[in-house]
């Protein structure tokens, strides 16, 4: 087996195989989710979600595409760790190839000094067994939520907004598409920080965030064809961003809504802000993605809090995800 490094900006070929796979793979490995189109997924090559160095591997045999990987390499926080994301199609699976691949990338990580791999899988999937017979150590369970935008019961939102209105007074919301304005960027840096708050596995650092951080993601949603939708909450007394949520739709599979962070400051917490904020983004979305159908949503299995607003608004569990952590000495 063949591995090779591969720029996905201009290795049209090799990024394309690499997708053909992926697409192959998301009906067995996460049914019920769609594929990443072409456009977004060569953003995730390139880029992932917050804009971190990322590496794309193909692997051949025979001149034909039978693997890869992709390695995120952070270069501000968590610089011990790489995350790995192997891909091997199920018609080629059993025969030695996923660890070939993860050796190959235990490898580049030790060569990029750096100790620990990490990764996530869809629990009673391929990847979860390969994963535990690697040896690999559990570190979070998330849950993963689908709502069907069509079946929210008529009245729902209003009533839920309704049930916001006292603990939520003198909170006022503001909403953005694509772009932050300048003088929110380093209070939806802040905002971001917040997200430390969220259960994560031992030992993972919390990201550090700055305007240009958050216009660097900006910068690769736009890139990758995303269209994102953010609601703030804002303190009318100090002024202030109090809570934030964020969602995405690909251009190429508009039916698809894509939600990233929600948060609410540990100051503001305790006003019902959190259920204000995803009823106003789901009557954004009403407004401005007429023909959405389905939302998907993650969270750790131990965030209660998330867990009951999103029960509130009609998601059901799709799926369980664990994210391991595998020392690459024990690869290697």
Known sequence: MRIERFDPARDEGAARALHQIHVENTPVDDPGFPPKSPGVFRGYLAQGWTAEPHEAWLASVAGDAVGGYILELPDRENRDRAAVTAMVPPGRRRAGLGTGLLRHAAARVRDAGRSTLTGFTRDGSAGDGFA????????????????????????????????????????????????????????????????????HGPGEEEQSWNAARVRAVEVRAVAQGLRQYSVAVRDEGTGELAGLTELSVDQAEPEWGHQQLTVVTRAHRGHRLGLLLKVAMLELLAEREPQLRWIITGNAASNAHMITINDALGYRVLSQWTFWRLPVGSIL
Request: without cysteine.
């Open 132 to 199: 535990r017979t690697a040896g690999a150590v559990a570190d979070l369970a998330e849950i993963v939520r689908k709502l069907d935008v069509g079946e929210i019961p008529s009245g729902l939102l209003a009533e839920l907004r309704a049930s916001t209105k006292a603990a939520a007074a003198g909170y006022a919301l503001m909403n953005w598409a694509s772009h932050y304005p300048g003088a929110y960027l380093d209070q939806v840096a802040r905002l971001n920080e917040a997200m430390g708050d969220a259960p």
